[in-house]
């Protein structure tokens, strides 16, 4: 077929050569026809010819007698007395070479019939095994392996623990819903919110009052609660943090009260502030049964939220020297650092609340 | 008994030239590329039996080939000429632009090989079934 093709072209490029300006499909399959069946003629006669003088290789003079006999009605042609060089097929083609202009193919051809290289299966003794009856010589070549005819068991290699399997989930699942969380809070409630994460053991719950929906606090509304008694955990959370106002601290020791609970008991805290906000956290409530009440309102009612204060403040005053100590002794270091950065986070927003409740 | 003796009219120095000329005459074909690629009439060759290391008598089988072949296209073109000749000589008209088409048509090459003695009959056109294209036929009711 690729040599049908071949010859294809190599015809359109002679009638064009001759003259055409275009060929009919079928014509130039047909005359493909032709000339392939004319070079098979040609050898086919070339080597009896050669046969016939006793030898296998094909000489120049059998391809022109060759020519000769598929030759038609050339002047001349076939005598047999005369010198075969000096046939006048062979003028007739050296004319040609002459005049007609060089037509070199179109395109590079490769090679072909291409034959692919198999490798040869290898004999027993070439394997080094042993044939497995003794009929067999080692020379032949072996037998090919089991498994390709027979069925062989196949099991998963990898160990699966299903435990772990279901921990991981469980956690990409409490960490997806956490940004979620997040993401929300912080579309929601543009400078106003305390970052409020469910997450293992660093849960910010947010001052009492709901962040988003508490009018801005004017300048001296809130109580400034004492500094010094919480100084021990501003120290345990965060060794860098900015100065903030002080009433940026309060809300947001209130918020690491909690968390400092948490770390004493080493739980994982529920950002209860936006449960009422997200029925997401539902997954991971915790230990609300230990926690101090504390009034989730709504209400924008300043009663309320001294309460909460004050409740708060109950906490955080037991709560922070044993935590101190704690922090001192085993506090695991990721989770101060995380607290860090978490608080940090916390305390900017609470600034930029606080500056804007100001202006 | 008379032996017939069939001795080379042509003389040993003659032979020895046109032996020269022949030789002149391959080694001007590794000048000369022929149309056919080298490749294709070796497998063609070999297929048939043909066996040469020679590369040079390849060479001179592809190019009589071409030749072959550009005798039969040349001899098509003429049909053509001719047809396109009578053509416009029937219409009378300024058909140059139809003139200046030369297509190879089968008819053409039909005509050409006949010459040689290749019978090639083209089939003018291809019907679905033996009813197809006629009129239909009229139902005569009852």
Known sequence: AFGRSVAKLAVAQVCEATGFH???????????????????????????????????????????????DLGSGLAGAAETSRCVANSAALRDVMRYVEYAEEIPFARPVPHFPVFKKRAPTPSFAQLGETPPHPHIPSWLPAFPDPHTYCHTPVWNERKSDPRLDKLEQARQRRKAERSLVSLHLRLSGRGAVVKAHGSKGKGKRPAAHHPFLAPPLSAGEKEVTLVTPFRGTTELHAQNQDSHGPAALPSVLEAFAPALEAVKKGFEVVDSGSRPLKEKQQTFIAETKDRMPVSLTFDWGQKTRAKALAAKRCLAQPVSPPSNKRARGNASSWKEEEKDEKSKRAEQILAQAMEESEE | MNAVITHNPSGEPTQVHSDAALLDFLSSLLDYTPTIPDELAEHYLSRSGFQCPDIRVTRLVSIAAQKFIGEIASDALQYCKSRQAAATKDKKGHQHGKEKRLVLTTEDLSAALREYGVNIHHQEYFADSPTAGTAPSQKTGD
Do not use: F, M, P
């Open chain 1, 22 to 68: 275009a060929l009919q499909q079928s014509a130039v399959e047909t005359l493909a026809d032709i000339a392939l069946r004319y070079l098979g003629d040609l050898g086919k006669a070339a080597h009896s010819y050669a046969n016939l003088s006793g030898r296998t290789q094909c000489n120049a003079l059998d391809v022109i007698l060759g020519i000769e």
